[in-house]
């Protein structure tokens, strides 16, 4: 058994009215709700991979993040429907 508690913490930043912070909880919930079923990607990849995704992705908001002393790759991170993932990752 694992044993647990909840704990309530309270942000040192002053809300300024109860509909304020109701406003902010309900926000963060619908947020969680919109990504349900969604996976969070992150891959490294050579940069040259990188560019050819743009080119054929659609949106072309596709980024890569270079990595600490390999200038030939880069760390890309993405956020997609589960069953995209999974039909896209098969090759």
């Not at 704990?7 to 947020?31: C, N, Q, S, Y």
């Not at 349900?36 to 050819?52: D, E, N, T, V």
């Not at 995704?53 to 890569?64: E, I, L, M, N, Q």
């Amino acid at each position: 058994m694992l044993e647990s508690q909840a704990v309530l913490i309270r942000t040192p930043i002053p809300i300024r009215t109860k509909a304020d912070w109701t406003h902010r909880l309900l926000m963060r919930i619908d947020g969680v709700e919109q990504v349900k079923g969604s996976k969070y990607i992150m891959l490294h990849a050579p940069r040259s991979a990188l560019l050819r995704s743009r080119s054929a992705s659609r949106k072309r908001d596709t980024h890569g993040h270079p990595l600490e002393g390999r200038g030939d790759r880069v760390a890309v991170h993405a956020v997609c429907r589960e069953n995209v993932f999974w039909s896209c990752s098969k090759t």
